[in-house]
T-cell receptor
Framework: AQSVAQPEDQVNVAEGNPLTVKCTYS??????LFWYVQYPNRGLQFLLK??????LVKGSYGFEAEFNKSQTSFHLKKPSALVSDSALYFC?????????????FGSGTRLSIRP | NAGVMQNPRHLVRRRGQEARLRCSPV?????VYWYRQLPEEGLKFMVY????????ESGMPKERFSAEFPKEGPSILRIQQVVRGDSAAYFC??????????FGPGTRLLVL
């Protein structure tokens, strides 16, 4: 069975500093991996995805994520945080060996950027 | 291009009433997914539908909940005889069959 874990409920970073939001996954086959962001009272917005190819994936708003197969991780990163990055971030995984298209979401990490 | 549309955005029901949530996917998308989010929690998968078919309903409660995605018109998530525990945000997502899902703004259901 596929699963995804976000070990940190909250991450606090000062504006201008680099940020990392952690994600690890478990699938039986090859993973499709995603990051989504949710602002208050809004739906989820797609940030980036890893399907195949380069392990470093660049996405919206200056975010990037690195796929690490040996560590089964897909951490979200940004070199310089902005206050406007404060939101709830979800990692998600789909097992490509599965015939269904169900995507499993992590529990979310609340990112707080202080001025 | 219109994204995923959901209506109503807010819905208030009294215990025992029916709640009907609508989702119009991105034009051309034939895959629809419903998720539930409780306050300060992540998204829980409920059901995955393609046109006129339920593909995976493993996350749907066995009673009172049903979903459909007819050949014409929006996808409907129906909750009969609502209880206070049904209060949550319900999100719909659609995809064209590839991996990425695009989410609607959600319907916030409050059961009094």
């Amino acid at each position: 069975a596929q699963s995804v874990a976000q070990p940190e409920d909250q991450v606090n970073v000062a504006e201008g500093n680099p940020l990392t939001v952690k994600c690890t996954y478990s699938v039986s086959g090859n993973p499709y991996l995603f990051w989504y962001v949710q602002y208050p009272n809004r739906g989820l917005q797609f940030l980036l995805k890893y399907i195949t190819g380069d392990n470093l994936v660049k996405g919206s708003y200056g975010f990037e994520a690195e796929f690490n197969k040996s560590q089964t991780s897909f951490h979200l990163k940004k070199p310089s945080a902005l206050v406007s990055d404060s939101a709830l971030y979800f990692c998600a995984v789909r097992d490509t060996d599965s015939s269904a298209s169900k995507i499993i979401f992590g529990s979310g990490t609340r990112l707080s950027i202080r001025p | 291009n219109a994204g995923v549309m959901q209506n109503p955005r807010h819905l208030v029901r009294r215990r025992g009433q029916e709640a009907r949530l609508r989702c119009s996917p991105v034009k051309g998308h034939s895959h629809v997914y419903w998720y539930r989010q409780l306050p300060e929690e992540g998204l829980k998968f409920m059901v995955y539908l393609q046109k006129e078919n339920i593909i995976d309903e493993s996350g749907m409660p066995k009673e009172r909940f049903s979903a459909e995605f007819p050949k014409e018109g929006p996808s409907i998530l129906r909750i009969q005889q609502v209880v206070r525990g049904d209060s949550a945000a319900y999100f719909c997502a659609s995809s064209p069959g590839e991996a990425t899902q695009y989410f609607g703004p959600g319907t916030r259901l409050l059961v009094l």
